[in-house]
C-alpha cells in the first residue's frame, strides 16, 4: 500500500509563506509525476502545481509567480513553496503521485489557512 505524508500546513497571515511536503513510500523508479491539488469549501479540487519524472513543472495560473513546487529524488518527497499567500489560497492541499503505469494515489490532505 502506498501511503503520502503531507506536512507544513497551518494558519498564516496574507503575505506570508508555507513550505508544504509531501513523503511517498514508493521507490523513485515506480514514480512518474507528483502535484499538489486543492480544494476549497464548496469548490471543486483544483491543481496547483505538478512536477514530473524530467523535472518539467506545471502551474495553476492563479498560482505562477508565488509557488514553486519541486522534488528530491534522494527522499523520495514533492515540496511546495507557496509565497506570497493570499486569502484566497485558503484550502485543502492534496499530494498526488502517478506511477510509472500511471496508478493515482492521494495524500490525507493538510489544511492552509491565510487570514489576518
Known amino acids: 500500500q502506498v501511503q503520502l505524508m503531507e506536512s507544513g500546513g497551518g494558519l498564516v497571515q496574507p503575505g506570508g509563506s508555507l513550505r508544504l511536503s509531501c513523503a511517498a513510500s514508493?521507490?523513485?523508479?515506480?514514480?512518474?509525476?507528483m502535484g499538489w491539488y486543492r480544494q476549497a469549501p464548496g469548490k471543486e479540487r483544483e491543481l496547483v502545481a505538478s512536477?514530473?519524472?524530467?523535472?518539467?513543472?506545471n502551474y495553476a495560473d492563479s498560482v505562477k509567480g508565488r509557488f514553486t513546487i519541486s522534488r528530491s529524488n534522494a527522499k523520495n518527497t514533492v515540496y511546495l513553496q507557496m509565497d506570497n499567500l493570499k486569502p484566497e489560497d485558503t484550502a485543502v492541499y492534496y499530494c498526488?503521485?502517478?506511477?510509472?503505469?500511471?496508478?493515482?494515489?492521494w495524500g490525507q490532505g493538510t489544511q492552509v489557512a491565510v487570514s489576518s
Open positions: 512536477i514530473s519524472r524530467g523535472g518539467s513543472t
Open positions: 514508493l521507490s523513485i523508479f515506480s514514480i512518474n509525476a
Open positions: 498526488k503521485l502517478d506511477t510509472v503505469t500511471w496508478i493515482a494515489y
